[in-house]
């Protein structure tokens, strides 16, 4: 391995300078690390402690030491040396923003990929890979610069409490790994977001979307270039039924207007599955629920495993589950889902988790592997806590040692089975209404210091 780019910490047997994250290379190697800074113009023209390499590795790590502070994180990657004291965290901080977002975008991009093949269990069905395409929302730190970028909800009771940002990404749904991201702010659709994503659909791939995704358009474009789909829909959609199937489902048309379908011009033919829940328990019982798929023939793909299939979309969301609450929960000094108090870097947070999340899926699929695990039964809680505390012991002084920690890793992190799911109940509510204080206003933001001390705004009344 060569030396990691220009920077003039000290270097260990291997020519590591982050020593600690030497076990990460089994999924991202320094190569890919270099590939990513030449191909973004970010290689260091001089000698400095804090080069780009050298902060690309930090802030990939800190997408998985989420709770230290960017210093800790960079002691939490390098060994101590006798007398070499830690970047302060101005340092750090101007460094990191130096290396930039579109490193780790590239990085991203040519990194995370499908990792399933027809033999991993939950992964396929009938020669289609199953992916999901879905956004989530999340809190930037409350910021002039990130509210000028990404804007706040708005409502009846004013302004939201913190800039919102909108991420809509591509979810490989039988291993959990985040395919394609693409952000915006409040004021971005998802279904914007969404279709820029469309070109990074892998080819054999079974698109699945919930409701609020279908339109005329996007069908058309997505039906037009091959894409399978199997996609929810509103209840107020028409759908008039030309054909009944043996399967219970029938073939209609959608078209772009209502006019459209008085003439029957432009029409598209569907295949509708809509159904009922009899189990008064459930969500959703005695409504109809509606999927339109152009799998048109019933007999390969029968409506009732369709229904079944469609909720692995619900696997997306465990996604966003396992980034916002256990990967970088909030926390008592973190209020807001993100830390970066400007748009560059909260893009830049937001690439890295992921990536620190398909480190995680990907060992996770690894250590699955051997023993034809589906890995939906590894807990992806315990494997993350297992690579956080494992990830500095990692001697990588040689190819033998990475390989034993890799595959002691492999083995600790199968050992991290749990139960079959539950057949669950999920109402839709919440533990907690709105709070009886008053809500922060603008005016509320951005305060002039105080004049006086406490002891000299005190009055005392006679």
């Known amino acids: 391995m060569t030396r990691q780019g220009c920077s003039t910490f000290s270097t260990d047997e291997s020519n590591r300078i982050l020593d600690r994250l030497a076990g ?62 830690s970047p302060p965290r101005s340092s750090l901080c101007a460094a990191r923003k130096r290396l930039g977002l579109e490193p780790v975008k590239y990085l991203h991009e040519h990194t995370v990929r499908p990792l399933a093949t027809p033999e991993t269990p939950g992964a396929f069905w009938r020669g289609w890979r199953w992916v999901g395409l879905d956004g989530s929302v999340y809190d930037a730190p409350d910021s002039a610069a990130n509210a000028a970028a990404f804007a706040r909800a708005s409502g009846s009771r004013g302004q939201g409490a913190f800039p919102q940002v909108r991420k809509a990404s591509l979810v490989e749904l039988g291993t959990h790994v985040e395919l394609a991201i693409e952000i915006g702010g409040w004021q971005d659709s998802e279904q914007a977001l969404a279709r820029k994503l469309w070109d990074r659909l892998p080819s054999d791939s ?134 970066s108090e400007t748009p560059e870097g909260v893009r830049q947070e937001l690439y890295a988790l992921s990536l620190a999340h398909f480190v995680v899926r990907a060992l996770m699929f690894e250590a699955a592997r051997p023993e034809k695990l589906d890995v ?9 806590r297992i690579l956080q505390c494992r990830l500095p012991e990692c001697l990588g002084q040689t190819a033998q040692t990475l390989d034993e920690w890799y595959e002691n890793l492999l083995w600790e992190m199968r050992q991290e089975i749990i139960e079959t799911r539950r057949n669950r109940i999920n109402p839709r509510v919440i533990k907690r209404k709105m709070s009886k204080w008053l809500k922060k206003r603008p005016e509320h933001r951005n305060l002039p210091p105080l004049k006086k001390t406490f002891v000299e705004s005190v009055v005392m009344n006679t």
């Open 24 to 85: 990460l290379e089994k999924i991202i190697s320094p190569d890919q690390i270099m590939q990513a800074l030449v191909a973004t113009d970010r290689v260091n023209r001089h000698r400095c402690q804090l080069s780009n390499d050298v902060m690309l590795w930090v802030v990939l790590a800190m997408g998985l030491f989420t709770t230290l502070p960017i210093r800790q994180v960079f002691k939490q990657a390098r060994r101590l040396r006798k007398e070499e004291a």
């Open 206 to 339: 079974l698109l699945v979307e919930d409701r609020g995704f279908f339109s005329y358009d996007d069908w058309k474009e997505l039906d037009g270039r091959g894409q399978k789909l199997l996609v929810r829909v509103q209840s107020n959609l028409i759908l008039e039924p030309f054909q009944e199937l043996s399967d219970g489902s029938y073939l209609a048309k959608i078209y772009p207007s209502s006019s459209h379908r008085d003439q029957d011009r432009d029409g598209i033919v569907v295949r509708v599955i809509a159904y009922t829940i009899d189990d008064p328990q459930r969500t959703g019982h005695q409504e109809e629920h509606r999927f339109l798929t152009n799998l048109l023939d019933e007999t390969p793909y029968p409506a009732l495993a369709l229904i079944v299939g469609y909720h692995e979309r619900w696997e997306h969301e465990l996604v966003y589950d396992e980034q916002k609450t256990h990967q970088d929960p909030r926390r008592a000094e973190k209020p807001a889902h993100l830390r």
């Open 376 to 384: 939906d039964r590894l807990s992806f809680v315990g494997c993350f």
